[in-house]
Every structure is written in structure tokens, then in C-alpha cells.
């Protein structure tokens, strides 16, 4: 499984559509845990698409994002979990574990029923 984390400071990063790092976590049962941090700071918002796309993920976590991002990323076979806050780490392990979907780890007055 390979998923990704858009970060700011050790925490996610609030609007996916402006963030400019990502962490990258490839899980293997036999290798374990292969971590990476990259970049993908673009103003344009296409070109940011293209370089998520590119890191072939599974899933991103993320804070806020706009509906054309979203919509651009899910067509490309990203399950996107948004509304997400909190330490990077935390909700890495919080994925990892099955528990990412608890309360906790919701932006404020975030309803997970109307997640894109």
C-alpha cells in the first residue's frame, strides 16, 4: 500500500490546494516502512495535480480541498481522505492502525457523512 500526507510543519497541511510538501508511505509486509518527503509546490493548480498523480498513491490525506482537485485526483484512482487535522505522524500511524476515521482527527465542524 502506498499513501500520501500533504504537510506543513510536521502537521497536514490545511488546504490541499496550496500545499507544497507531501510525505509519501509505501508499506510493505515483508520490507516494512518506506518513508519520503517531496515537494509539489506549484502555483498552477494542474501542474500540483500532475505531480500527486505521478507519486502513483493509493490514497492522500489531506486538510481542505477545493471540489475541482478533488474530482481531478479521485478520476485518477485517488481515494482522497480530506478534513483531516493533526500532527503528520500521528495520523500516519492513526491510518496504519484503522483508527484515521475518529473524531479526533476531524477539522473543526467537519461531518465525515459529506466527505467528497
Do not use: H, Q
Not at 490545511?14 to 508511505?25: C, E, K
Amino acid at each position: 500500500m502506498k499513501f500520501a500526507l500533504t504537510t506543513w510543519k510536521g502537521k497536514i497541511s490545511p488546504v490541499l490546494d496550496t500545499a507544497s510538501r507531501v510525505v509519501v508511505i509505501k508499506t510493505d509486509n515483508n520490507s516494512g516502512v518506506n518513508r519520503s518527503e517531496l515537494d509539489i509546490y506549484d502555483f498552477r493548480l494542474i501542474r500540483k495535480c500532475e505531480k500527486i498523480i505521478s507519486l502513483k498513491v493509493d490514497v492522500l490525506i489531506c486538510g481542505a480541498v477545493s471540489n475541482w482537485l478533488s474530482s481531478m485526483l479521485s478520476s485518477s484512482g485517488i481515494d482522497i481522505i480530506c478534513g483531516i487535522t493533526g500532527n503528520t505522524e500521528e495520523i500516519a500511524d492513526a491510518y496504519l492502525n484503522g483508527t484515521l476515521m475518529e473524531a479526533e482527527f476531524f477539522m473543526p465542524g467537519y461531518n465525515k457523512k459529506y466527505r467528497p
